[in-house]
């Protein structure tokens, strides 16, 4: 299969971003490199550095630019100021992050994402390290309870927890679709398809936990934001709540001048706001890119420039 996956908000990023064709920037997030190709292709005597920890993902977008003023390095989107580092590169003039799982990722069933389809369960985005079947099949109940309530808000995550640890007793809970049956039959008859399909939040769980997500962006969002050059932006989207106050709470962070005792008369910390809003609100897709691309409906787009 195709690594395929239709760039998110595509025009409003690369606006987003204030390409320059003499710029360099970094994708840490590249796919399938769609996002990746349009910001490579702007660019002349630029340069685009692409990255992803998923071995497919780095194939794909290697084969997308090339020929294109890019470079495509498999590495966490965590690990940009180490990349950098490598490359001999101190600053860079924007940097692009697309969250979330891809289409790819979704629709392979090998990959143990989805819902949707029945396979075993896996959802490592980089391929390495302790899956999905590891991390359900070893929790405890309330250390699975807390991670579907905290990374799910799911609102049954302990009669959940419950039963995945009552059905594994006699043996492991192996597919995706074995994971949904036990969902639905933890949750009541009544409750079950409030806010969509009933695994949805279960799944969008252990996917954060398996891979790091939230973790991961953190250590981002702190260290990447140093490495943009003056005027550089900070262009991120965001599927889900979680990721979106981050990212919101860090880029207000950011934009923070005095941090003095609100009772302190006058201002004795000098501590000067070391970036802007460029949008004071999210940019949403339009009615019309969510009726052509339904994985869109749920993205916000947040922009920080550094000063």
């Not at 685009?48 to 794909?60: M, Q």
């Not at 009552?166 to 043996?171: A, H, L, S, T």
Request: glycine residues 8%; aromatic residues 6%.
């Amino acid at each position: 299969m195709d690594f395929s996956h239709i760039p998110v908000l595509l025009p409003e990023c690369l606006e987003g971003l204030n390409l320059r064709r003499e710029g360099l920037y970094l994708d840490g997030t590249a796919g399938g490199g769609g996002h990746s190709y349009e910001i490579a292709k702007r660019l002349t005597t630029g340069r685009l550095i692409a990255l992803d920890k998923d071995p497919d993902a780095v194939r794909a977008a290697g084969e997308r630019l090339s020929g294109l003023p890019a470079q495509v390095i498999e590495s966490d989107y965590a690990d940009i100021p180490q990349v950098l580092d490598k490359l001999g590169i101190d600053k860079v003039d924007g940097i692009l992050l697309d969250l979330g799982v891809s289409s790819y990722q979704l629709d392979t069933p090998e990959r143990g994402f989805s819902y949707r389809l029945d396979a075993p369960l896996d959802m490592r985005m980089s391929q390495k390290g302790p899956s999905a079947y590891d991390l359900v099949n070893s929790w405890d109940v309330s250390s699975m309870a807390r991670i579907l309530r905290e990374f799910g808000e799911e609102r049954y995550a302990l009669p959940i927890a419950k039963k995945i640890c009552r059905v594994r007793e006699q043996k492991p809970v192996e597919t995706t679709g074995e994971l949904v049956e036990l969902v639905k039959a933890a949750i009541p008859p009544g409750a079950r398809y409030e806010g969509g399909h009933p695994a949805k939040r279960t799944f969008q769980a252990i996917r954060i936990a398996v891979n790091s997500e939230l973790e991961n962006l953190s250590r981002c969002l702190d260290e990447a934001f140093q490495r943009l050059a003056p005027g550089g932006r900070f262009v991120i989207i965001t599927f889900h709540s979680l990721e979106d106050r981050m990212v919101k709470q860090k880029f207000a962070a950011y934009c923070k001048g005095c941090v003095c005792p609100p009772d302190f008369p006058v201002c004795v910390c000098g501590h000067a706001p070391e970036g802007r809003l460029v949008n004071k609100k999210p940019i949403e897709p339009t009615e019309e890119e969510k009726e052509r691309n339904s994985r869109s409906k749920s993205a916000k787009l947040r922009i920080l420039e550094k000063l």
